[in-house]
């Protein structure tokens, strides 16, 4: 099982998703939870599509939360 990394952000009406490691796949949901459960729903079907088009899987990148003062 590979994880990737996904970004979610927040916006008037609701919040977004996306993951950088694949161009494209993205989610929209009105609460956190419904968009976390979106773009998993919307990975697996992006990696579906991939590998049934014979396109590469891209392996996950590296990601790190960086703090600052």
Known sequence: MKKYAAVFEKSSNGWGASVPD???????GFTLDETKSLIREALEQHLAAMR??????????????????
């Open 52 to 69: 049934a088009d014979g396109d590469e899987i891209p392996e996950p990148s590296y990601v790190e939360l960086v703090e600052v003062a």
């Open 22 to 28: 694949l161009p494209g796949c993205v989610a929209l």
